[in-house]
Every structure is written in structure tokens, then in C-alpha cells.
């Protein structure tokens, strides 16, 4: 089903779908040799989600070249350690830094507030609709599990008046803050993309960081294979095609929107994030689309 501007989803549909999808691939790239992340959380997360195919999936019953035939085993596992590997850098590069304050948006499955080392005195915002939110600090509250920085949770879809809900939870727009949109822009309209980072801009002291990432073609070669590997999933019995969630629409580029903002921006291709990381990018049919992708972050002037 095709997105509007009123839907809404918890973690085995819509959009929730693919935070589940991403967090059974977490789960996977954890468990290998030489891991380049280690998620405790990811597997117990998606089992509490209770969709089969990923379920199985992190429970070993079926592995990636199941779903997406040999060429392919491997990408999806690959894509997103390198991805979080990026993203937890970026939050402990900024808390190096001396950025006690961190906003994850659209936070989904992400669990950096229980898992990364973060300094005393931080404070971490998820931001996520509330059933999201609930099921993820329920899930973790019964594993026994804790945060390791002091964590607020604002639940309010983005699509709402989410700085005012950030700054009643005791956000401080004096303080630099380190923001992450992980996997999220494809799923906005082109215009809501602006309005995300005129709001972050707004809200950013000097001193601010965020990490996001950018097609350059708006997503729409991601749309194209995502279509190809929900045919997979289907046939698993995940009834959920993932081109019908993004937004197609051409995008203002993130780097001269946010160096117009005033931002100092640095940016890496995908590959060549691989490459920092040791791993040879994988040349297949999913990967030609992402090829162009960009790791971007930023350093509030």
C-alpha cells in the first residue's frame, strides 16, 4: 500500500517493517567473524516483533542467499554493518568531542541508547511514533536491559510539530547537539526532507554535528531493487512491497541545502566508506544502486 500523508505503522507494518528488516541484519552482522558492530539487542528486538521470515532470519533457520538468491547473500548483512558502524562513530566521535546532547530520529529498533559506551551526563531523544517507542522500551525493559545515557523518549510522528515535543522534554537548542536521520529521508516527501533539516538547522547550536545519508538520484534506483528484493520476501510470506514507501519527487542535494545553512559538510560515497572500514564493496545487482549513495555529516558554524 502506497504511503499518505496520515498513515501510520508499528514494527510488523509499513515503514515499522523495514526497522525490523534493518535490525535482523544487524542481528546477522553481529554474530560474524571479525564483526564490525556488536548489537546485543537487534536479535531479541526482532523476535519480540514476531514477523516470521526475520525472525528465522536471525535465528539462523535461513540465511540471506535464501531470500535473495547467492549473488546477493551477503549485501544486505554488509550494507548495514558498514551503516551502523558510521552512525556509532558519528555519536562517539561528537561525545570525543565534548556534545552531550543527541537526537536519533525516526529511531525505530535502534538501541545506541543501551548499547554505546556514551560519557556521564549525556542526554539521548528518540524520536518515533509512540507505539514504537513503547514496544522497543517495553521489549528492553523486560530483557533487563538499561540505558547508558540518561534517555528521553518524544513520541510524535515527524510529520507533526516534533521540535516543540523535543524541546518539552527538556531539549536545550544552547547546547551543540549530534543528530542522526539513519535510513530515513526516502521515506519523507521531498518537501518534508527540507523542512527536517530547516527545523535541525533552527534547533542547532554552534557546534552541532548530524550524520545522515543521500541519493543523488532520489532514491529512485534503491526503489527500483527494493521492489526486486520484496518479491523475495514474498514469497516468505512478508506480504510488503518497499518501493511503495518511499517518496518519489525530486529532492533539494542534502550537501548544498545544508552548506547553505550554514553548515561545514563532509561526504563519503558508499564504497569509499567501505573502503575506510576495511571491506571490500560488493559489485551485484543491489549494490549498483547504491553505488552513489552518500555518508554525509555536518558541523554546525
Given at each position: 500500500m502506497?504511503?499518505?500523508?496520515?498513515?501510520?505503522?508499528?514494527?510488523?507494518?509499513?515503514?515499522g517493517t523495514?526497522?525490523?528488516?534493518?535490525?535482523?541484519a544487524r542481528?546477522?552482522?553481529?554474530?560474524?567473524e571479525n564483526?564490525?558492530i556488536?548489537d546485543?539487542?537487534a536479535?531479541?528486538?526482532?523476535r519480540?516483533v514476531?514477523?516470521?521470515?526475520?525472525?528465522?532470519?536471525?535465528?539462523g533457520?535461513?540465511?540471506?542467499a535464501?531470500?535473495?538468491?547467492?549473488d546477493t547473500?551477503?549485501?544486505?548483512?554488509?550494507?548495514?554493518?558498514?551503516?551502523?558502524?558510521?552512525?556509532?562513530?558519528?555519536?562517539?566521535?561528537?561525545?570525543?568531542?565534548g556534545?552531550?546532547?543527541a537526537?536519533?530520529l525516526?529511531?525505530?529498533l535502534?538501541?545506541r541508547?543501551y548499547?554505546?559506551?556514551w560519557?556521564?551526563?549525556t542526554?539521548?531523544?528518540e524520536?518515533?511514533l509512540?507505539?514504537?517507542i513503547?514496544?522497543k522500551?517495553?521489549?528492553?525493559?523486560?530483557?533487563?536491559?538499561?540505558?547508558?545515557?540518561?534517555?528521553?523518549?518524544?513520541?510524535i510522528?515527524?510529520r507533526?510539530?516534533?521540535p516543540?515535543?523535543l524541546?518539552a522534554?527538556?531539549f536545550?537548542d544552547?547546547k551543540?547537539?549530534?543528530?542522526s536521520?539513519?535510513g530515513?529521508?526516502?521515506y519523507?516527501?521531498?518537501?518534508?526532507?527540507d523542512?527536517?533539516f530547516?527545523?535541525?538547522?533552527?534547533?542547532?547550536?554552534?557546534?552541532?554535528r548530524?550524520?545522515t545519508?543521500y541519493?543523488?538520484?532520489?532514491?529512485?534506483?534503491?526503489?527500483?531493487?527494493?521492489k526486486?528484493?520484496?518479491?523475495?520476501w514474498?514469497?516468505r510470506g512478508?506480504?510488503?512491497?518497499m518501493a511503495?514507501?518511499?517518496?518519489?519527487?525530486?529532492?533539494?542535494?542534502?550537501?548544498?541545502?545544508?552548506?547553505?545553512q550554514g553548515?561545514?559538510?563532509?561526504?563519503?560515497a558508499r564504497?569509499?566508506l567501505?573502503?575506510?572500514?576495511?571491506r571490500p564493496?560488493?559489485?551485484?545487482?543491489?549494490?549498483?544502486?547504491?553505488?552513489?549513495?552518500?555518508?554525509?555529516?555536518?558541523?554546525?558554524?
Amino acid at each position: 500500500m502506497s504511503r499518505s500523508d496520515s498513515d501510520s505503522w508499528d514494527l510488523a507494518s509499513s515503514v515499522g517493517t523495514t526497522a525490523t528488516m534493518v535490525a535482523a541484519a544487524r542481528a546477522v552482522a553481529s554474530r560474524e567473524e571479525n564483526a564490525l558492530i556488536d548489537d546485543p539487542f537487534a536479535a531479541p528486538l526482532v523476535r519480540a516483533v514476531g514477523i516470521d521470515v526475520f525472525t528465522q532470519m536471525v535465528d539462523g533457520d535461513i540465511s540471506l542467499a535464501d531470500v535473495d538468491g547467492a549473488d546477493t547473500a551477503r549485501v544486505m548483512t554488509d550494507v548495514m554493518a558498514v551503516r551502523t558502524r558510521f552512525f556509532d562513530d558519528f555519536f562517539l566521535d561528537a561525545a570525543a568531542a565534548g556534545v552531550r546532547q543527541a537526537v536519533i530520529l525516526a529511531s525505530g529498533l535502534d538501541s545506541r541508547s543501551y548499547r554505546l559506551d556514551w560519557p556521564a551526563g549525556t542526554v539521548v531523544y528518540e524520536i518515533d511514533l509512540p507505539k514504537v517507542i513503547e514496544f522497543k522500551t517495553d521489549t528492553l525493559s523486560a530483557l533487563g536491559a538499561s540505558p547508558t545515557a540518561e534517555l528521553r523518549s518524544v513520541t510524535i510522528d515527524l510529520r507533526e510539530d516534533w521540535p516543540a515535543a523535543l524541546q518539552a522534554n527538556g531539549f536545550d537548542d544552547t547546547k551543540p547537539t549530534a543528530w542522526s536521520a539513519e535510513g530515513l529521508l526516502v521515506y519523507l516527501p521531498p518537501e518534508a526532507q527540507d523542512r527536517l533539516f530547516d527545523n535541525i538547522t533552527a534547533l542547532s547550536a554552534p557546534g552541532s554535528r548530524i550524520a545522515t545519508e543521500y541519493h543523488p538520484d532520489g532514491g529512485a534506483g534503491l526503489a527500483a531493487r527494493s521492489k526486486a528484493i520484496s518479491e523475495q520476501w514474498q514469497e516468505r510470506g512478508l506480504e510488503l512491497n518497499m518501493a511503495d514507501l518511499f517518496y518519489a519527487g525530486e529532492r533539494n542535494p542534502v550537501i548544498g541545502y545544508l552548506e547553505a545553512q550554514g553548515w561545514d559538510v563532509g561526504a563519503q560515497a558508499r564504497a569509499d566508506l567501505f573502503a575506510a572500514y576495511g571491506r571490500p564493496f560488493p559489485e551485484t545487482n543491489l549494490t549498483e544502486s547504491l553505488r552513489n549513495s552518500v555518508s554525509v555529516t555536518a558541523i554546525r558554524k
